[in-house]
C-alpha cells in the first residue's frame, strides 16, 4: 500500500559513502588531538624559552651579615680578600673566566653583592633580583648554628621567589671559613641543620597563611606536597650545589686569628690548588660550569 512507509534501498555508492564516513571520524577525532597535543607542548617550549630569556646575566652573592660574602666579592674582582665592614650598599664588579676549552674565549662576568644587614637586604634583593643568572648563598662554618634562624629566612625568601624556580637559577651554598672551623661543621651537617631549620620555617609560614587566607595550603611552598619534613631534594625547579672552602687560600695560616685583618691579603694564586679543599676552586668550578655550560 501507498500509505505504508517503503523501506529505503541504498545503492552501492551510497554503502560506500557511509562506510567511508565511519572510518573518517575516528582519523579526524585522532588528528584534532594530535594538534592539540603539539599545540600544548609548542606552548609549553615557547614558555620556557621565555623565561630563560628574561634570566639576568650577573652572579648575584648573597648571605648573612659577617659570612664572608664581600670578601669573597673582593677575592672574584680584584683577587684579594680585603678586609671588609658590614656592607650598607650594593657592590657591583666583574671578574674575567677562563674557558676550560684553550681555543674558545673567554668570558667577563658580572657581579652583584648585596648587602646582608637585616634591615636592608630584602629591599636591595628585590631590586636586584632580575639581574641573577646565578646566587652564591655564602654562610658562615663558624657561626652557623647561631645563625641558623637568620640564615635559613634568608634562604627560603630565596627558595620561594617564584621567577627564580620560573627561570630555574642554579643555586650554589657556600659554606665558607672551613679553615677556621673549630667545630667541623661538614657540608652534611650544615645541610641537615639547615633542612630542619627549613622544615619549621615552612610549617610557620604554612600556618600563617591558613590563618590569614582560610586555606590550608601556601603558594610560595618550597617542599614537596604532602611531605612534612623538607630536603633540598625536594626542589626540582633550582639546581642546588653544597660546597665547603674558604675565601682565603693558602694565607690561611697566617691571617687565621685575624680573619678580617686591616692590611689586603693578596692572593698567590693557589686557590686552585690542592690545598685540602680550603680554598675557592670549587666556587671558581662552579661558575665556570654554569657560565661555559653547553
Known amino acids: 500500500m501507498d500509505s505504508q512507509r517503503k523501506t529505503p534501498v541504498y545503492s552501492n555508492a551510497d554503502r560506500e559513502f557511509i562506510d567511508n564516513g565511519s572510518d573518517v571520524l575516528p582519523l579526524t577525532i585522532i588528528m584534532a588531538f594530535l594538534v592539540v597535543f603539539a599545540t600544548i607542548i609548542i606552548l609549553w617550549w615557547a614558555k620556557g624559552r621565555r623565561a630563560a630569556a628574561h634570566r639576568g646575566e650577573c652572579l648575584v652573592l648573597c648571605g648573612a651579615s659577617n659570612s664572608g660574602k664581600t670578601a669573597l666579592f673582593s677575592r672574584l674582582t680584584m683577587g684579594i680578600a680585603k678586609r ?11 671578574m674575567t673566566l677562563q674557558n676550560p676549552s684553550a681555543d674558545r674565549p673567554s668570558k667577563e662576568i658580572h657581579i652583584v653583592d648585596i648587602p646582608g644587614n637585616l634591615r ?13 643568572k646565578a646566587i652564591v648563598f655564602v654562610i658562615d662554618s663558624t657561626t652557623v648554628k647561631e645563625d641558623s634562624k637568620d640564615v635559613s629566612d634568608y634562604l627560603y625568601d630565596i627558595l620561594s621567589e617564584k621567577s627564580f624556580r620560573q627561570q630555574r637559577i642554579p643555586l650554589l651554598i657556600f659554606c665558607n671559613k672551613q679553615d677556621i672551623n673549630n667545630d667541623n661543621e661538614t657540608i652534611q651537617s650544615i645541610r641537615h641543620l639547615l633542612e630542619n631549620e627549613l622544615t619549621m620555617k615552612r610549617r610557620t609560614r604554612a600556618s600563617s597563611v591558613a590563618v590569614h587566607q582560610g586555606k590550608g595550603g601556601s603558594n610560595d611552598d618550597i617542599g614537596q606536597v604532602g611531605k612534612d619534613t623538607f630536603e633540598f631534594n625536594d626542589i626540582k625547579d633550582i639546581k642546588i650545589d653544597f660546597v665547603d672552602g674558604s675565601v682565603l687560600g693558602n694565607e690561611r695560616t697566617s691571617y687565621a686569628k685575624h680573619y678580617d685583618d686591616e692590611e689586603d691579603i693578596i692572593s698567590t694564586g693557589d686557590e686552585t690548588d690542592g690545598d685540602t679543599g680550603a680554598n675557592l676552586k670549587k666556587v671558581y668550578d662552579w661558575v665556570q660550569k654554569i657560565w661555559f655550560k653547553s
Do not use: P
Not at 84 to 94: D, E, F, H, I, K
Open 120 to 132: 636592608i637586604r630584602q629591599r636591595d634583593f628585590t631590586a636586584e633580583k632580575s639581574s641573577a
Open 84 to 94: 671588609t665592614l658590614t656592607s650598607m650598599a650594593v657592590n657591583r664588579g666583574s
